[in-house]
């Protein structure tokens, strides 16, 4: 070969695109939302590794590759668990096992969600202006509170699947009106922001399925100059749609606002049987793409989820609630955490014994 057409190929190769997601470090967010793990611990439940032997749950996911642990954080709860002093607590637990942490604010008494956003009995009947005030001295003080007992959180989120808004009727999104929101975000992200500045603030929706209402969102967010680090998207198959939809997506989010994605939530059935009184959320044979709710079922969506984000460049993806197993006492109600069960069970990554999914596997 000629000198110059060697050149001309080599030039070639090394100048060719690549795919977007070809440089990356793999997935830096292997995540698990542990919220209900200190009251099952109280209540006696016990874990096991995949070879039988009793552990540490932290260090059980640890080992299937998990880094990082994710706690909702509720204003006054009436079951008292995920307050202010429970998360302190798990948290000392959880960088005490090496994982890294996610706050994951709700800003009310109870569970937040795209239905349901309640406004905090403390917070009832202030305006605009005041509940601003109210996310910024809440959201910093429980991350100064984190950081002074050595567990600065790593990442926070500043709502919870807030699709149209939060702190409802307030901060909801009314024809496309984000201005109240704005202003509950910028509060949120400016506490963190001087709580740590290394902190990395989410802005989460639950609208991996929906590439529209997604644009809808985030574009009017950021029309109003809301600044945030890390876009995040909860994504399960049953509501949100085709691997391929989450692909689009996720690879879309990061582009367009330049930001990363990570996928907040996700989970997958490992069994149709029901280990409590309640009956369980998902009760199909094979919900998605003809994946049997089976151990390995449970753990070949997990991978297809986290191969679908590594693809799009995705930091990673926390599985929800892989530690609520059905122990009596620990049920979903925070008005009534003592008989309301659990309908999540069979999405858990622990069998009704506390034995972990051998198969699954959070990957890099």
């Given at each position: 070969m ?18 977007a997601?070809?440089?990356?470090p793999g997935?830096?967010?292997?995540g ?13 439940a ?6 039988g032997?009793?552990?540490?749950p932290y ?33 000392r637990a ?10 994951d ?25 005041q509940l601003?005030?109210d ?5 910093y003080?429980v ?26 009727p307030?901060g ?17 992200y ?28 985030y ?12 876009t ?6 049953m ?15 990061r ?14 059935p ?5 280990f ?18 089976t ?31 059905a122990?009596?006492g ?17 999405m ?8 972990v999914?051998?198969y ?5």
């Amino acid at each position: 070969m000629k000198l110059a057409a060697l050149v001309a190929a080599v030039l070639a190769v090394t100048l060719s695109p690549t795919p977007a997601h070809a440089h990356q470090p793999g997935l830096t967010m292997r995540g698990a939302d542990v919220s209900t793990l200190p009251r099952a611990l109280e209540l006696g439940a016990k874990f096991y590794d995949f070879r039988g032997k009793r552990d540490n749950p932290y260090d059980i996911l640890k080992k299937a590759g998990a880094n990082y642990m994710r706690l909702r954080i509720w204003n006054d709860p009436a079951s008292g668990y995920s307050n202010k002093a429970q998360v302190l607590r798990q948290a000392r637990a959880i960088k005490a096992a090496g994982h890294k942490l996610l706050i994951d604010f709700h800003y009310s008494d109870t569970w937040a969600d795209p239905g349901k956003q309640f406004i905090p009995s403390a917070w009832a009947g202030h305006d605009l202006a005041q509940l601003q005030k109210d996310v910024y001295d809440y959201t910093y003080d429980v991350c100064t509170s984190l950081k002074r007992q050595g567990t600065t959180p790593d990442s926070v989120q500043i709502g919870n699947e807030i699709n149209v808004g939060m702190l409802w009727p307030v901060g909801r999104v009314d024809n496309s009106d984000f201005g109240p929101l704005a202003g509950l975000l910028k509060a949120g992200y400016d506490a963190t922001k001087a709580c740590h500045r290394s902190t990395q603030v989410m802005i989460h929706t639950a609208l991996a399925g929906n590439i529209d209402a997604a644009h809808w969102f985030y574009d009017g967010i950021t029309a109003q100059g809301v600044k945030w680090d890390i876009t995040a998207l909860s994504y399960y198959c049953m509501w949100h749609g085709s691997l391929d939809n989450l692909r689009t997506v996720l690879t879309d989010a990061r582009d367009r606002y330049g930001k990363p994605v990570v996928i907040a939530e996700t989970a997958y059935p490992w069994t149709t049987e029901n280990f409590d009184h309640l009956e369980n959320i998902i009760l199909s044979p094979a919900p998605c793409d003809g994946i049997p709710a089976t151990r390995q079922g449970q753990a070949r969506q997990f991978e297809a989820v986290q191969d679908v984000a590594r693809e799009a460049g995705a930091l990673g993806a926390f599985y929800w609630e892989p530690t609520w197993t059905a122990i009596d006492g620990n049920g979903w109600d925070t008005e009534d955490i003592e008989t309301s069960g659990n309908a999540w069970e069979n999405m858990a990554t622990f069998d009704d014994s506390g034995r972990v999914n051998p198969y699954i596997r959070w990957e890099r």
